[in-house]
Nanobody, 125 residues
């Protein structure tokens, strides 16, 4: 019904940059909040950043000043610009849509907690 597809991961040297993208597809009317999470090997999945449809952003302390989240509401796409990458940023990055509304006239027509399959970011020299 709703698919989230991430892209843009890869191998980058410390201090380098990458830009992740996540496109949501399906019968979508609106997605109030989109977010990025990451999971390093052997660790739990943690919040990286979120953004509302009104462009209000929230960041984990570990990425503040280095990562920037943005979105294109018309394209149901969210981006994560990652600068000054550190080895500790190595993880699989997942896109999340907390709530997806399918109708412009029925607020009860929604689904919850959609995830992409993830894209691997490796920061290493």
């Amino acid at each position: 019904q709703v698919q989230l597809v991430e892209s843009g991961g890869g191998l980058v040297q410390p201090g380098g940059s990458l830009r992740l993208s996540c496109a949501a597809s399906g019968s979508i009317f609106s997605i109030p909040t989109l977010g990025w999470y990451r999971q390093a090997p052997g660790k739990q999945r943690d919040l990286v950043a979120t953004i509302t449809s009104g462009m209000i952003t929230h960041y984990a302390d570990s990425v503040k000043g280095r990562f920037t989240i943005s979105r294109d509401n018309a394209k149901n796409t969210v981006y994560l610009q990652m600068n000054n990458l550190e080895p500790e940023d190595t993880a699989v990055y997942y896109c999340n849509a907390d709530t997806v509304y399918f109708s412009d006239h029925d607020a009860s027509d929604y689904g919850k907690d959609y995830w992409g399959k993830g894209t691997l970011v490796t920061v290493s020299s």
